[in-house]
């Protein structure tokens, strides 16, 4: 069993950064791929970031290609997301979450509580 404990939210205004992380325990934190999701108010879940268990290989959605970097530290058991450029459409919140096999947007097995992010225009 895998805990996933996010943090690093707030409040950010337009164009600024920010950079969230997630402390995993209670498992082999270095033979899980890691992802990030957001859910925004009255919206459905929706991925955003994962990177393979050695941190060889990332994905990214669209919206946020180019903006955010996902990365691992596998001594620390911690996956962060750096996020640039920000706009008030990425105010939402935001989960870890953890998977055997590959990188993937799907099934995802473990899950943390979330960190708020809040964007100002």
């Known amino acids: 069993?895998?805990?996933?404990?996010?943090?690093?939210?707030g409040l950010v205004q337009g164009g600024g950064s920010l950079r969230l992380s997630c402390a995993a325990s209670g498992g082999t934190f270095g033979s899980y791929t890691m992802g990030w999701f957001r859910q925004a108010p009255g919206?459905?879940?929706e991925f955003v970031a994962a990177?393979?268990?050695?941190?060889?290989?990332?994905y990214y959605a669209d919206s946020v290609k180019g903006r955010f970097t996902i990365s691992r530290d596998n001594a620390k058991n911690t996956v962060?997301?750096?996020?640039?450029?920000?706009?008030?459409?990425?105010?939402a919140v935001y989960y870890c979450a953890a998977r055997g096999g590959k990188v993937s947007r799907y099934e995802y097995d473990y899950w943390g509580q979330g960190t708020?992010?809040?964007?100002?225009?």
């Open 116 to 121: 708020q992010v809040t964007v100002s225009s």
């Open 1 to 9: 069993q895998v805990q996933l404990v996010e943090s690093g939210g």
């Open 43 to 45: 919206k459905e879940r």
């Open 51 to 58: 990177i393979a268990w050695s941190g060889g290989s990332t």
């Open 80 to 91: 962060y997301l750096q996020m640039n450029s920000l706009k008030p459409e990425d105010t």
